[in-house]
């Protein structure tokens, strides 16, 4: 283990948290999006939702400069209402890009991930590269699929070696044990998590804090590393 460990109040000042370089120019769909990243048509799912008629809500985590979820609220403008459709967006920095009064359901909130309660269960939560620099990615993940609706869906990215043991170990087996167990999915070749519907993920782990340090990851960019206690 590191000699010495952040605390989330310090992981925030880090300026590997702050990383703009990461998620800050995503779109929603192309070359460099929130479609190829996760695998995933974001817009084609919530259009369905849209059509059938429900109220629908999408939750995005670390959402950079709010980039994508712009551009969606003005892809789905034609088929929604703001009383049918909120898009909502957190991120620890506030670099947001200009949200135009039109469009009244694409919120942006600049607050630590960990300070965030919703009001509301989710059709959708994503997390675009987000968890690389998130401290207890274990306990924000739990947060995360609690906040479901029962047929909604959670996709984030997710590098297995950045959750590690007190002797600084990486935790990839136990981990996925926690998450099949819990009925999340994890695709270690695309390292993608994802689960349907509510889950419970509980765990008698105990959160030390995290490492700033650890370097570069599968991205190239610079991330943290979570430890745990095991117990």
Same mark, same amino acid.
């Given at each position: 283990?590191?000699?010495?460990?952040?605390?989330?109040?310090?992981?925030?000042?880090?300026?590997?948290?702050?990383?703009?370089?990461?998620?800050? %120019?995503?779109?929603?769909?192309?070359?460099?999006?929130?479609?190829?990243?996760?695998?995933?048509?974001?817009?084609?799912?919530?259009?369905?939702?849209?059509?059938?008629?429900?109220?629908?809500?999408?939750?995005?985590?670390?959402?950079?400069?709010?980039?994508?979820?712009?551009?969606?609220?003005? =892809?789905?403008?034609?088929?929604?209402?703001?009383?049918?459709?909120?898009?909502?967006?957190?991120?620890?920095?506030?670099?947001?890009?200009?949200? %135009?009064?039109?469009?009244?359901?694409?919120?942006?909130?600049?607050?630590?991930?960990?300070?965030?309660?919703? #009001?509301?269960?989710?059709?959708?939560?994503?997390?675009?590269?987000?968890?690389?620099?998130?401290?207890?990615?274990?306990?924000?993940?739990?947060?995360?699929?609690?906040?479901?609706?029962?047929?909604? #869906?959670?996709?984030?990215?997710?590098?297995?070696?950045?959750?590690?043991? =007190? =002797?600084? #170990?990486?935790?990839?087996?136990?981990? %996925?044990?926690?998450?099949?167990?819990?009925?999340?999915?994890?695709?270690?070749?695309?390292?993608?998590?994802?689960?349907?519907?509510?889950?419970?993920?509980?765990?008698?782990?105990?959160?030390?804090?995290?490492?700033?340090?650890?370097?570069?990851?599968?991205?190239?960019?610079?991330?943290?590393? %979570?430890?745990?206690?095991? #117990?």
């Amino acid at each position: 283990m590191p000699k010495k460990l952040l605390t989330d109040d310090a992981l925030h000042r880090s300026e590997v948290t702050a990383n703009a370089a990461m998620n800050r %120019s995503r779109g929603i769909a192309g070359v460099n999006s929130y479609a190829k990243d996760l695998g995933f048509d974001v817009l084609a799912f919530l259009r369905a939702k849209l059509q059938q008629g429900d109220a629908v809500d999408w939750l995005d985590v670390c959402c950079g400069t709010g980039k994508a979820l712009i551009e969606a609220g003005r =892809e789905l403008a034609p088929v929604t209402t703001a009383a049918r459709l909120t898009i909502q967006g957190v991120d620890l920095v506030d670099m947001f890009d200009t949200v %135009s009064p039109a469009l009244t359901y694409v919120r942006l909130q600049a607050v630590p991930v960990r300070d965030f309660t919703p #009001q509301a269960r989710f059709d959708l939560i994503t997390c675009v590269h987000g968890l690389h620099y998130l401290g207890d990615k274990l306990g924000q993940i739990a947060r995360f699929v609690s906040w479901l609706k029962p047929d909604g #869906q959670f996709l984030a990215n997710l590098d297995m070696a950045s959750i590690r043991s =007190e =002797e600084n #170990q990486p935790l990839a087996s136990p981990v %996925s044990k926690l998450f099949r167990r819990a009925g999340i999915s994890y695709n270690s070749r695309r390292k993608i998590l994802t689960c349907t519907g509510p889950a419970a993920l509980t765990t008698s782990w105990t959160y030390l804090g995290a490492d700033d340090s650890a370097g570069p990851n599968y991205t190239g960019q610079p991330a943290s590393d %979570s430890y745990y206690r095991l #117990q």
